[in-house]
């Protein structure tokens, strides 16, 4: 027998292509790679199995996290041995802490082969240490444990799904001759995988029991939800049913909810909200501390959300990823699913009466209902005018997105001017975020990820900043591929204005500094250069009348397009002091 059996590999490595599809895998992102012959071939055969083909590990990871985040899947990762693996590490720190289902399959090399100088062999084992939910070694192809091969598979495609969705590493090991021989001699007696029925985490009654009451005692009451956990469920369906569940919530509560656009929450505020739905950051300086406050999802992203927080009479987290309370101040952790905690309160509410606290937050309500038609007013207002600035451009593109789209505001300033200027706005769309660990990685690549699993109908947009852009150059390539309509705005400020804001840029070291060190601003004209090289359709808009233009052109046009909005530091840090004033003199 040779060395790897007679057909064996391919035997093997198809038995975990259909696995991998037989528990519900959809798409794979393949990295090419010698050691990882046998997978490839069988992935490629395997008709249930959409593949992608990415050069760069690095980019390949944030490709299978977009997946991932719209399907709420695990999607799997292939590659070869070395150091190929250790590309995927961003991806994965990203989806241990935002809680995203993603399955690494590496190819390695046999033990025997370790520390001896191997070509392309490091050691893999636990490669990704405390970032993986599990990691599983395969071994190298052996016929008796071909009846365990989907059965492993399955149990680490599960430990992906739950009970918190996150990364799983499955280290996969051939020795050579890696490409078939003697085709489909080797007997497949191996089983399919089984068919996996996942939990949903439900409250216990108590907890339901816990919320309902100190509703009833409460006179205001507000739900803050920020940026939304990865999930084992589709993101749009997700969304959806949190917020059908907000609604109930809100008007069983008189409570007011405070959605930042990552919760997947903000809505229109329009006059058929029975609740107050308001942008997160602005409203909190307009309210009146919360007797009770109940956060769902991650921290926030408004910065003044925590000083908010810190004044309200309890705190509540509602814990279904990890317990998100960074500053130690809730008094009490309710964990279960939050859709449904706060469904069940509603309806435990219902039954038990309103109780004491019903007129004060009834009244609570209205003013925040007023409050947030003023801030929304007052958005209009100052944002007014033909000028391109941070605040105008968020809010108009957020404006600009059609139903059913897909929205990924990129860490740093985007997603906060999202948050503050663009849930005033939002539609029915779905908002897909980097709020994990939140790096400014691989920002590119996950929009041809989210484009590759979203329906061929729904447009994919995307706002970065311009040292996002620069950061992820190396997946321009995997984004000129993307099918169907796909959109990047990159906000050209002159580097990362973000460390403006910083205490270190008020301090004389920082000053001196400051454009070295921190804003590092990116070649003027690199990123529409390479864009266009790859065949990406680019262009550069300074108004805001141009940016309608161009962002109505690019959506129109059905392919990956990337539009780069000028925007000067002194006309946005302008707009935005015009607009907290505003804020401000909206107070009551
Ligand atoms: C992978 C990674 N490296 C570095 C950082 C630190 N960082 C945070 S914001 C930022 C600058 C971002 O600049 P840009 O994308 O232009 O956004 P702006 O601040 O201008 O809104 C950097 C380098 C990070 N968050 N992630
Ligand atoms: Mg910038």
Known sequence: ??????????????????????CGARHVVLSPGSRSTPLALAIAEEERLSLSV???????????LGQARVTGLPSVLVCTSGSA?????PAVIEADAAGVPLLVLSADRPLELQSTAASQTIDQVKLFGSHVRRYVDLGVPDEPAMASLARMIASAHLAALGPRPGPVHVNARFRKPLEPVGEGRAEDGGRR???????????????????????????????AAGPAWGTAEPARARAERLRAAARVFARAADAVVLAEVTSGLAATGSDEEPSALGALGPMVDCLAPADLLVQIGRPPVASRFGAYASRAGARVVVVDGEAADPDASADVWLVGDAADLLGRAA???????????????????????????????????????GELTEPSLAHDLVSRLPAGAFFLPGNSSPVRDACAFGSFAMKDITVIHQRGAAGIDGLFAGLAGVRHAAPAGSPVVALVGDVSALHDVGSLAVLASAPGPCVCVVVDNGGGRIFEELPVARTKAGQAHLERLFLTPPPGGAVGALASALGITFGRVDSRRAFAAAFEAALASGAP?????????????????RLRAAFEAGRE
């Open 561 to 577: 397009a990337i539009i780069e909005a000028a925007v000067t530091a002194e006309a946005s840090r302008a707009a935005r002091a």
């Open 193 to 223: 995988a089984p068919a996996i029925f996942l939990p949903r985490l439900q409250a216990s009654d108590d907890a339901v029991m816990e919320l309902a009451s100190r509703v009833r005692a409460a006179k205001r009451v507000v739900v």
């Open 54 to 64: 990415v050069i760069d590990e690095r980019a390949a990871g944030f490709v299978a």
């Open 347 to 385: 309806a435990r509410l219902a039954s038990l009466g309103p109780g004491d606290g019903a007129q004060g937050r009834r009244a609570f309500a209205d003013s925040a209902r007023g409050a947030n038609a003023r801030l929304a007013e007052a958005v209009l207002r100052e944002i007014g005018g």
């Open 85 to 89: 693996v250790a590309h995927y590490h």
């Open 1 to 22: 027998m040779s060395e790897g059996g007679e057909g064996l590999h391919l035997v093997w490595a198809r038995r975990v292509a259909a696995a991998l599809a037989d």
